[in-house]
């Protein structure tokens, strides 16, 4: 009798806290899910030999979604020559979250200006979707030797020698969140009087802002 007792005063408050957590889960849902929807975690994600939850990077994830884009580019810069590339988005609240990284054979300097007016936008640079499976464009639009009128605001610049580069793949320290319906000029210029060999490397994905 005492048993059964104290077994129904130790199940009332645990049976309570299962219904909590019940009603938890059927009220936080993920964003895209309704609440009568059901929510499942793979247990593919689940990682075997500490059962801690694995998950993706929000980069990888929108390579995944087809979301990811990327421009590379090599070009020989001659005797003190400049090389402008043009960064334009659309008037949308698709945002681009951007990194570059760009690498050299001899002293360069890159600036990157915000806020460019122009004449011309120049010749489009090809943009590619990073997955192969998405029909997916990119809204963002990267071209090179736009005819600038005005550079704009400078944002940042560097300066570096022989075999070295700019920009990285580090995103939580080199991201750049560009404003929508702006331009942005990344100025590369040869500080030799040789033939400096430049390879640059733009990678976005796009995200709509929901705040």
Known sequence: MIGNTIAKLVARPLLALLMIVALSISVILPVGCSSGEAVYIRTESIDA???????????????????????LEVTDLGNMAVRD????????????????????????????????????????????????????????V?????????VGT?????????????????????????EQNQAYLI?????????NLIFMKLNWYEHENIE
């Open 154 to 178: 400078l944002v940042g610049t560097i300066q570096q020698g022989n075999g070295k580069k700019a920009g990285g793949s580090d995103r939580e320290s080199n991201e750049f969140i560009l």
């Open 49 to 71: 030999a500490t059962q801690a939850l694995t998950v993706m990077e929000y980069e990888h994830h929108a390579i995944h979604e087809g979301d990811m884009f990327t421009v």
């Open 85 to 140: 590339i043009l960064v334009v988005t659309p008037n949308t609240t698709r945002w681009a979250h951007l990194v570059w990284e760009i690498e050299h054979e001899l002293e360069t300097g890159i600036q990157f200006y915000r806020g460019t007016t122009y004449a011309a936008a120049g010749t489009i640079v090809p943009s590619f979707n990073r997955n192969g499976n998405s029909a997916t464009a990119a809204t963002t």
């Open 187 to 195: 100025r590369i210029s040869n500080l030799t009087v040789n033939d």
């Open 142 to 150: 990267v071209t090179h030797t736009p005819n600038v009128t005005l």
